[in-house]
């Protein structure tokens, strides 16, 4: 029961967020503890060091963590660190991993997580007419785009996977595995960092997001808006001049 | 030295008393810098920004003026080196009033500076040991020193002369004559680092050319003769100081060249800019022909360059340059024509466009207009006042009160070669 | 006084006559009052006028000493200690706002560098808008440390970009490109300074000691990015705007008539966080890092994309790369 409050609350706050895009200046906020989080606490370096040893382990870090800092955007925040896969993962080199890079742990923004609440283990059929009936907010823009059906990315007999087209499976943390395959070279900027962004500061271990946390994988577009105010010339003016 | 305190009480009583149409004239010099003081308090108060500036230019009226002030005040040194070196007779009597000159443009020139500052009160910061003046790498700090020193030197060696000839002494040559040497060059040093500091910045290639010194130099040897000629024109009216022809021929023989120096540069910049036009000659573009709706500086600009060459066309005659109805519009015609084109039509148009390409156009407010005029009334107020405590002490009519409680001592003529001026030329008592 | 009640009347004139008045006791009463009174209004007047506050004697005191001192670059430790602390206290005292204003040192060993993907910027401004926020920009003058320029697809001449646009961003066939103070490493504007208030700190960024500036403005006509702002007025942030965690050479408060500039959030970035800018932009347009370490974001940057910077040809290495997807 604790279970699904916790997730309901973070579907509260997650979907928000996810059908908004990753605009935040800060990092992720978490309203309440994030899944798995009653795991110990480890530092940045056990982090670092656990995850070059074994792919996929959990800790939890403080990310941001200037000591004192109380200011705008100062928050600490917490994320889950999982390292990149090696398999068809992102490297600097080809299939091997040089840096570790810590990933935000996607799946539980996911608005309606965990997949098996609904989809009790057993394959469903998976039909565009059929979206509609639980997945309202989903609008398959790049779908249409791509030819795709449900089934070219989402594993019919375990819905809370993606589907490769080598036939593995990734998890919903791993949308790079997914996304790289066409859009390779995007994925391989985002694991040299001149893609996407970093959640905590310039030094040090990169904690980054995955492909899904910015891009709707359904509408990756980012949307149109109004900008920011232009910049106006303001000359021969008092102190009491309004502009 | 005892004659200092008496030297020092006449000349404030020389420029302190005259006839009604002086104290109109000091008067109404007096009411502009009223009023550009407090258009300066405005300005001091709220900021840079009541003026018409703004980041895009950044610069104005002020730096404008302060350009083609620096080229009045250098040029005063045209008169003195044929003066004292060469010994020339014509120019030996004019030459204080030169001096005068350059006193008075230079002071104007440290004014434009102090009001274009936006932290004024923070100006000792430039001093040397107690600030931190970034010599020699900033072409502004060769600016301050070299402005202070050339108004250091046009003051001191005038004084020392004066003082002499005001305690019937003779000023020993080879006491001033080195200074004299140094003060020429530096007179051309002076307004070379004003170029300078316009040229060096890659930023703004309307200036970074190499012809801009010499541009400099030539408008400033056109225009600084033209006002001492006027100058001159007016003190012969208005005095018995004798100034010859020869002083006025050959002023105006500097002025002509320098003048047609200065039209060759300008047909020279016109045929870099316009024959193949570039990137870098939008700033051009705009000064001359506008860019689009933006052609606030059209009108001035071809305004002056008429005036220009009317005026260095009519000098070039040389029964009209001999005549002084002719000599005289013609110098304040040149004069006019050198500030637009060395003023507004050099800073100004630098800015524009931006180094991103935005045009930001530049009018002067009402206080930028104020203070400029404020500053000019200053500076002619300290020339009238110069010239009228040197000219009696020149003439001979006022001598130290001191001199007459001793008499054994003898007026010593002045110990010099030349020929007295009366000797060769009648004196025009008009 | 009268001595009509003593009978005796008093011989004229002479020290007498003021000597030996006699007075009864209800008029040496009121003489004595309105002695006293008048005494007390003389001493009062003739007493020092202390209709100062110790507050407002202590800002006087503050602002003077603020006044006389002397080139930051050039201060000892315990001067810059000392500066800092009277600064703090005056915005205590001013404004009532409590701020830390750091003077944290460059790291070792760190140079940054900034690249700018003009594939993924799409005009939002939202640099601009946390640049803003972060750096206690007049609010009153719009002090804009970036300009962000709307350029035709094909054409990469800043000069025809348009930086004014106002409408839904991103424009079909259009592309934005970004600007601000690119800390170049060879900066003209810290050679033409003639005070010496502007210089290139050893971690790259190009700082400003606000009260060392006379406001001359050679800097700016120097800059070829057209970088640097100046207080043309007094700057005016609402006290509940203000940004309290400031550095020395950064986003601490100026005055009318200085020169001020993008300073790669000084205050963040000293202190391992993104600047504002970076942190802000929700396409992940901008990429900030250490350029002497080699497996910074910004490294990866310069190595794999074709990279290129404005004004190449002027030398004045600014720091500050465009790339596209």
């Not at chain 2, 020392?160 to 305690?167: D, G, K, R, S």
Request: overall charge positive.
């Amino acid at each position: 029961m604790s279970g699904a409050r916790t997730a309901c609350v973070m579907a509260c706050v997650a979907a928000s967020w996810f059908l908004s895009g990753c605009q935040e200046r800060e990092g992720p906020v978490w309203e309440s503890a994030p899944p798995g989080a009653g795991k110990a606490t480890i530092d940045s370096a056990t982090a670092a060091v656990n995850a070059t040893r074994e792919p996929g382990v959990l800790g939890s870090v403080q990310a941001a963590p200037v000591a004192g800092w109380s200011g705008p955007g100062g928050r600490a925040f917490e994320v889950d660190l999982r390292t990149a896969s090696s398999e068809t993962g992102p490297s600097r080199k080809f299939g091997t991993i040089t840096l570790p890079i810590a990933l935000r742990n996607h799946a539980a923004s996911l608005s309606q997580y965990p997949c098996t609440s609904c989809h009790a283990g057993r394959a469903i059929v998976m039909t565009e007419k059929r979206i509609g009936d639980a997945h309202q907010n989903i609008k398959p823009v790049h779908p249409k785009q791509t030819g795709a059906e449900c089934a070219t990315c989402h594993a019919a007999e375990n819905v809370a996977q993606l589907a490769l087209v080598n036939g593995k499976r990734a998890t919903m943390d791993e949308s790079y595995r997914l996304c790289g395959q066409c859009h390779f070279s995007q994925v391989n900027a985002w694991a040299g960092g001149g893609h996407g962004k970093r959640l905590d500061g310039w030094q040090g271990r990169r904690i980054v997001m995955a492909c899904t946390d910015c891009h709707d994988p359904h509408d990756p577009a980012v949307k149109p808006r109004i900008p920011f105010r232009a910049p106006q010339i303001l000359r021969t003016r008092r102190p009491d001049d309004e502009h | 030295m005892e004659h200092l305190k008496p030297f020092l009480l006449n000349g404030f009583r020389a420029a302190t008393t005259g006839g009604r149409r002086y104290h109109v004239w000091m008067g109404s010099l007096t009411a502009i810098m009223l009023v550009g003081a407090y258009a300066y308090w405005q300005q001091f108060q709220y900021g840079l920004g009541v003026t018409g500036m703004s980041d895009h230019v950044s610069w104005g009226l002020y730096i404008s003026n302060f350009t083609f002030l620096v080229g009045l005040a250098a040029a005063a040194m045209m008169l003195v080196m044929p003066a004292y070196v060469l010994e020339d007779v014509d120019f030996g009597k004019a030459v204080l009033i030169a001096e005068g000159v350059a006193v008075g443009a230079l002071l104007m020139c440290l004014a434009f500076v102090v009001v274009d500052i936006g932290n004024p009160l923070a100006g000792w910061h430039l001093m040397p040991v107690i600030g931190h003046l970034n010599w020699p790498r900033s072409l502004l700090a060769w600016d301050v020193l070299v402005l202070n020193g050339y108004l250091a030197l046009n003051l001191l060696i005038p004084a020392y002369i004066l003082y002499h000839h005001y305690t019937g002494r003779a000023p020993e040559k080879r006491k001033y004559l080195p200074w004299i040497y140094l003060a020429v060059m530096w007179a051309v040093s002076i307004h070379l680092v004003t170029a300078f500091l316009l040229a060096g910045l890659p930023a703004r290639p309307f200036w970074n050319t190499a012809l801009l010194g010499p541009r400099f130099l030539a408008s400033a040897f056109t225009a600084g003769p033209a006002f001492v000629i006027v100058l001159l024109w007016f003190v012969r009216k208005e005095t018995n100081y004798p100034i010859s022809d020869g002083a006025f021929s050959k002023l105006a023989l500097i002025t002509t060249v320098a003048a047609q120096i200065n039209l060759v540069m300008l047909l020279s910049e016109l045929f870099f800019e316009f024959y193949w036009p570039t990137h870098h000659g939008i700033s051009a573009k705009y000064l001359f022909f506008g860019i689009g709706s933006h052609r606030k500086l059209v009108p001035w600009i071809w305004t002056a360059i008429s005036l220009n060459v009317l005026a260095t066309g009519s000098l070039m005659i040389h029964p009209l340059r001999r005549n002084p109805k002719f000599l005289m519009p013609a110098c304040v015609t040149l004069f006019v024509a050198i500030w637009i084109e060395k003023g507004m039509g050099l800073v100004i148009p630098g800015f524009i466009p931006s180094p991103l390409g935005e045009i930001v156009e530049y009018t002067p407010s009402w206080v930028e207009l104020c203070v400029t005029a404020g500053i000019w009334a200053m500076g002619l107020f300290v020339l009238t006042a110069l010239v009228r405590v040197a000219l009696p002490i020149e003439l001979g009519e006022v001598r130290s009160p001191l001199l007459d409680l001793d008499p054994g001592k003898r007026i010593v003529r002045p110990r010099t070669t030349r020929p007295r001026y009366e000797d060769v030329r009648p004196v025009r008592t008009r | 006084m009268s001595t009509e009640r003593d009978g005796a009347p008093p011989a004229p004139g002479g020290k007498n006559t003021v000597l030996q008045k006699s007075v009864d006791r209800r008029a040496a009463l009121s003489l004595l009052l309105g002695g006293a009174v008048a005494g007390a209004q003389a001493l009062g007047a003739c007493a020092p006028v202390s209709a100062e506050t110790d507050e407002e004697k202590e800002l006087k005191l503050l602002a003077w000493r603020e006044y006389i001192k002397g080139n930051y670059r050039y201060m000892t430790e315990e001067e810059r200690a000392e500066t800092i602390a009277r600064l703090e206290r005056l915005a205590k005292l001013k404004r009532g706002l409590d701020v830390t204003i750091q003077d944290t040192g460059p790291q070792p060993g760190v140079l940054y560098g900034y690249a700018f993907n003009i594939s993924r910027c799409k005009g939002f401004r939202s640099c601009v808008e946390a640049c803003i926020n972060e750096n206690n920009l007049d609010r009153r003058a719009a002090t804009q440390y970036i300009r962000i320029f709307e350029m035709r697809d094909g054409e990469v001449d800043l000069e025809l970009g348009d930086a004014t646009f106002q409408r839904e961003v991103p424009a079909e066939g259009h592309f934005y490109l970004g600007t601000q103070c690119f800390q170049c490493d060879d900066p003209p504007c810290t050679r033409v300074c003639p005070v010496g208030a502007t210089w290139r700190e050893e971690d790259g960024i190009v700082v400003i000691d606000y009260d060392w500036c006379i406001g001359c403005r050679y800097c700016m006509a120097a800059c070829p990015y057209w970088a640097r702002r100046f207080n043309w007025s007094e700057p005016d942030v609402p006290a509940q705007d203000v940004n309290p965690n400031q550095h020395y050479l950064g986003n601490r408060a100026r005055k009318k008539g200085v020169v001020e500039k993008c300073h790669f959030c000084i205050h963040r970035t000293r202190q391992g966080r993104l600047p504002a800018c970076a942190e802000a932009c929700p396409t992940g347009a901008r990429v900030f890092g250490n350029l002497l370490d080699p497996d910074s974001e910004i490294r990866w940057v310069l190595a794999n994309k074709k990279v290129f910077r404005l004004k190449e040809d002027l030398k004045t290495e600014p720091k500050f790369w465009y790339f596209s997807d």
